[in-house]
């Protein structure tokens, strides 16, 4: 146990390995100085020369930060096709078109709750003057799952676009309706 009362992730792994762990699950454009502190590797030249190698692999994207150096930041294409991969290698597709209506139920339950169309115009009740801070509070609730759910079913609809394509591109699948292996195999 580390002093901070977990166990050390960095036990058996290289000072690149660290950099690469840290940068790897960004949410935001930092800084080589916040990448090295976080991975907790002395030199700073070892983090640099890591977050290139990165960015040359497209792992992560060099920006220009508010103070004119440059930051990395997530790739979030690369995040969004591991995500649509994700899906299609693990769930059938009655599964992600069960997921979809799962989604939709949800929201229909919303619309008649709240008596709206769209998430928009949820958002647009907040100032009503009847409410309460904490129906509001209850409605922003709904407001940030709405919009979760949302980017979900938009990512579920692409996964079942792809699917048959992705699975074509595995040597030795035979059947679409029966799952094959993992893509990454």
């Not at 977990?6 to 916040?34: C, F, H, K, N």
């Not at 709405?146 to 699948?173: Q, S, V």
């Amino acid at each position: 146990m580390t002093d901070g009362g977990l166990g050390s992730w960095t036990d058996g792994r290289s000072s690149r390995e660290q950099v690469r762990e840290i940068a790897t699950t960004l949410t935001e454009p930092r800084s080589v100085e916040w990448v090295r502190e976080q991975a907790g590797v002395s030199s700073w030249q070892t983090a640099k020369d890591e977050l290139s190698m990165l960015v040359e692999f497209g792992q992560v994207q060099a920006v220009e930060g508010d103070d004119g150096n440059t930051k990395y930041a997530p790739n979030y294409q690369l995040r969004y096709f591991d995500e649509l991969t994700e899906l299609i290698n693990t769930h059938t597709r009655a599964e992600l078109r069960g997921e979809i209506a799962s989604i939709q139920t949800e929201i229909d339950e919303w619309r008649d709750e709240f008596s709206v169309d769209s998430r928009d115009e949820l958002e647009s009740t907040l100032t009503d003057d009847g409410l309460d801070s904490g129906a509001i509070r209850s409605r922003n609730r709904v407001l940030r799952r709405w919009e979760r759910y949302e980017d979900n079913k938009r990512l579920l609809h692409h996964a079942l676009e792809l699917y048959d394509d992705a699975r074509e591109l595995h040597p030795g699948r035979t059947d679409s309706s029966n799952p094959s292996p993992p893509l990454s195999q």
